[in-house]
Structure formats: C-alpha cells, structure tokens
C-alpha cells in the first residue's frame, strides 16, 4: 500500500513533442505529491508538486494532472526539448509525526531527441 | 544562499568497514532525510531527523544509524559494509511541517 507505480520506464520524444510520464498510488492518506527531475551524477531536484485538492498545476512547460478518484498523477512536458533528457520521478508523501517522508517511483528515463 | 551540502561526493569502502556520511541542510532548514538511491532505482528512505532525534525510519537493518547536530547537519553511519550497501547516498532538507524537500548531490558510496 505504500508503493508508487511508475509508468513508461523509458521515453523517446521528438524536439518540440510532448512528454508524459504516470505514476499511481493506493494510500489515500498520501497528500502531496511532488515531481524531481534527476541528472546523471546529480542529486534529484524538485520541478513541480501538487496536493489531491487540484487537479491541474501548471508551471511553465510543465503540468501535473492529478486524478483523486482513480489515485493517479500525471506529469506532462509541453515543447519537450533536448535539455530535458534526464531521469524523471514522482513521489508521494503524507504527514507523520509532524513531518514528510517520500515514497519514490522507479523512475522514467527521458530522452528527447534534436 | 547554499542549498543542501553533502560530503564527501565519492567513497570508495571495503566489505566489513565502517563509513560516515555528512550532510548540510539548506540554510533555514531543520529537518534532515536519508535517501539510499541504487543504481537505476527511485530513492529509498532511510530515516529523518528532527530535533537531533530519529522522527521516522524506514525498512533498513540497524546497520545504518545517524546522529543531527544542534546546528541542524546530519551525518549517516554504515556499520559492517556489505557490497549491496553500494549505492548513492542522497540527503534532503526540509522545514518542520513542510511538505517540500530539496536534496543534494549525493555521496556516491561503492562497497569492494
């Protein structure tokens, strides 16, 4: 109940195409829910998060979708762009004992191809 | 203003020896997590620190141990090194209460 599925592994999008990447969870307790952008050698860093009453979060070319009835997310990146190429992953988190620990997906390597 | 700062970025440790990790929290920061990262895997929870005490702890052996300092750093200790303890050590910061976490580099640990 405390796992988080990531779906593709992997990803090859086209310049100027649009990337998704899914994740879904089955603790209801879960409340927010934080996406992080991983390069090579690098630790992860924070892109975007969203809490279940929202549906919809847009910062720039990246978007969260956030379905609460199904438990499943989304992370959508619009114009898609070589710098992009990275590992990406979602997590999700809950209260307890005052602070947050994440539950992280497998991860999805994107590769966004010139 | 510094973000999250970990030391040292590789280490290179043989089977059965001992290895301490240390971490900086971003400054205004009083909470410290410990990530394992294997290779081609999403981060794993260790434990967190709060207070100088353990708040959380996830599925590790007693192996693993941490200590935080009055001034909010964190240090993380293997025990007894074994070859799948290999791995990249991430630590994050946060406030108390505060969802949001920002990590660092990592300590890029490999076990001969």
């Known amino acids: 109940q405390q796992q988080v599925k990531q779906s593709p592994q992997s990803l090859i999008v086209q310049k100027g195409g649009i990337s998704i990447i899914n994740c879904a969870y089955e603790?209801?307790?879960?409340?927010?829910f934080p996406w992080y952008q991983q390069f090579p050698g690098k630790g992860p860093a924070l892109l975007i998060a969203?809490?279940?009453?929202?549906s919809e979060k847009k910062e720039g070319r990246f978007t969260i979708s956030f379905n609460k009835s199904a438990k499943q997310f989304s992370l959508h990146i619009m114009d898609s762009q070589p710098g992009d190429s990275a590992t990406y992953f979602c997590?999700?988190?809950?209260?307890?004992?005052?602070?947050?620990?994440?539950?992280f997906g497998t991860g999805t390597r994107l590769k966004v191809l010139a | 203003d510094a973000g999250v700062t970990q030391s040292p970025t590789h280490l290179i440790k043989t089977r059965g020896q001992q290895v301490t990790l240390r971490c900086s929290p971003k400054?205004?920061?009083?909470?410290v997590s410990w990530y394992q990262q294997a290779l081609g895997q999403g981060p794993q929870f260790i434990f967190q620190?709060?207070?100088?005490?353990?708040?959380q702890r996830g599925n590790f052996p007693d192996r693993f141990s941490g200590h935080q300092f009055p001034n909010y750093s964190s240090e993380l200790n293997v025990n007894a090194l074994l070859l799948g303890d290999s791995a990249l050590y991430l630590c994050?910061?946060?406030?108390?209460?505060?969802?949001?976490?920002?990590f660092g580099q990592g300590t890029r640990l490999t076990v001969v």
């Open positions: 994050a910061s946060s406030r108390r209460g505060v969802a949001e976490a920002f």
């Open positions: 400054s205004g920061h009083d909470t």
């Open positions: 620190y709060y207070e100088e005490e353990e708040r």
């Open positions: 603790n209801t307790a879960f409340d927010y």
């Open positions: 969203i809490r279940p009453d929202v």
């Open positions: 997590a999700a988190s809950t209260r307890e004992r005052g602070t947050y620990k994440y539950i």
